[in-house]
């Protein structure tokens, strides 16, 4: 078995969903997750046990040579196993919700979940721009189609962010083919040896950067992104914020550090200082919202700036600790965002002006509503203050101011996360009756917090699993 197969499960669980009806679309979908997880966790002990899973065969083998070139380490394992964990979880989480053409709605989920999985695989550079186009597709349609508000609104929402996204991908794609001419391969290996100058590294450097900081987001570029939260469908931005977020911020590490590691040291300073803006200027945001979804969004914005700032400290603690938050936001948001849907269900608004008397009404639902608002804010034993903890870490090394202001995330984070939890849980009674936590809910909550409290306490199956990946791109950057 290799990493194809989990490739192959999720297109044809795709197509099975859509040609399955409306009515049997959610269980099937979720069968072929649960499959693809299934398969993604054999891959991993074989990956462990020393087998090699990697895949290489030529595709278009006349000019350009393209290569169906899927490389399997620790790093991308982690993003797979991220994404298979995620997808089984957001579609149960689904099945207290309606959906029109429920076919289409969940065939787009798992085809937005092989994109995905073949972004972090692939290690072909066209074969990768290919997956990560991909992957754009069918959140533009699950958005589009399937949000919230007004029709207009929201089209204009989605039209800007599939733009604005697809847009910064074709600098990618015109650094990949300029490093094209240089290696006359896409291949990464080949990629990695080219002896570019100072010159040529700063402009393929900022082509990536156009691409990821806009994915990520990483402000100036995130002005599509708390709109496009709020309009797409709960489900829509789990698989946004927990997921697809991180295919930028796995690239920055993947791609663009090795490939212009010269432009990556010059300009450490610059992209760290972005990144911590981003968590000012989101955590600043976030504690003026009013809707509960739009404050997720900007605090998600804050944390993301943090995991950026992270990685471009080129070094191992920094990688390092940017992956292990990458994995912990990732359970974390689509915890909180599943928490806001839980909530909509029951008094059909988002504003948290009108919610409070939740906790008196619904005492299960409250408490795993705190467990996750307290991993947001990175409480020790808890996943995220693993993660937060080593980037801030890695950040003194570089500048301890940089860590003091990286550190205002926790700060703000705490301050704003625990105030909307008191207008949102407790006070005054709201007229409407809350009902606790469902079976299905129940059981989606359980296992996210079950994953963050795990590997908050025990972390070190993933570490040693990143590490040797990360020691290796390291040891490229630090070639030049």
């Not at 709605?105 to 290919?130: E, H, N, P, R, V």
């Not at 008191?422 to 296992?447: C, P, R, W, Y």
Request: hydrophobic share 55%; glycine share 8%; charged share 10%.
């Amino acid at each position: 078995m290799n990493v194809s197969t989990i490739l192959i499960i999720l297109l044809i669980g795709a197509f099975a969903t859509y040609f399955s009806g409306d009515k049997l679309a959610s269980k099937v979908a979720l069968l072929f997750s649960l499959a693809a997880l299934g398969c993604s966790i054999v891959l991993l002990n074989n990956y462990n046990a020393g087998e090699n899973i990697s895949v290489i065969s030529n595709w278009i083998i006349t000019q350009p040579k393209i290569s169906f070139a899927l490389n399997a380490d620790g790093l991308g394992l982690a993003m797979v196993l991220l994404t298979a964990a995620l997808t089984p979880i957001i579609i149960f989480s689904s099945f207290g919700n309606e959906y029109n053409n429920a076919k289409g709605f969940y065939a787009l989920i798992l085809f937005m979940a092989f994109a995905m999985t073949g972004t972090f695989l692939a290690s072909d550079g066209l074969l990768y721009y290919i997956f990560w186009e991909l992957a754009l597709i069918p959140i533009y349609f699950i958005a589009l189609i399937w949000g919230n508000g007004d029709a207009e609104e929201r089209r204009k929402a989605v039209v800007k962010f599939f733009i604005y996204t697809l847009a910064g991908s074709l600098f990618m794609l015109t650094a990949f083919i300029y490093l094209y001419t240089k290696a006359g391969s896409f291949l990464i290996e080949d990629l990695y040896k080219l002896d570019l100058s100072a010159c040529e590294q700063f402009w393929i450097f900022l082509a990536f950067f156009l691409a990821y900081a806009i994915k990520i987001p990483i402000i100036p570029f995130h002005t599509w992104q708390a709109n496009v939260y709020q309009k797409a469908p709960t489900v829509g931005t789990m698989l946004l914020s927990g997921i697809m977020l991180k295919m930028g911020l796995y690239s920055v590490l993947r791609w663009q550090l090795p490939l212009a590691p010269i432009a990556a040291k010059e300009y450490l300073y610059i992209f760290i200082a972005l990144g911590i803006a981003g968590v000012i200027y989101g955590s600043i945001v976030a504690l003026r919202q009013k809707d509960l979804k739009k404050l997720l969004a900007y605090s998600s914005l804050a944390h993301v700036g943090l995991i950026a700032a992270g990685s471009y400290t080129l070094t191992l603690d920094g990688l390092r600790g940017a992956v292990l938050q990458m994995i912990a936001h990732g359970f974390v948001v689509v915890g909180l965002f599943f928490a806001a849907e839980v909530i909509f269900r029951r008094y059909e608004t988002r504003e948290i002006e009108a919610l409070g008397g939740i906790r008196t009404q619904a005492p299960k639902f409250t408490s795993m509503f705190l467990i996750l608002v307290l991993a947001s804010v990175a409480l020790p034993s808890t996943f995220n203050f693993v993660g937060e903890f080593t980037v801030l870490y890695s950040l003194s090394q570089i500048n301890i101011w940089f860590a003091i202001l990286g550190g205002t995330t926790i700060i703000l984070g705490a301050y704003y996360m625990l105030r909307m939890f008191q207008h949102v849980m407790l006070g005054e009674t709201n007229s409407k009756t809350f009902a606790d936590v469902t079976l299905n809910e129940g059981i989606s909550l359980a296992v996210i917090i079950a994953v963050l409290l795990f590997f908050g306490f025990y972390p070190k199956p993933i570490t040693d699993l990143i590490t040797p990946s990360l020691e290796t791109i390291l040891q490229v950057i630090n070639k030049n």
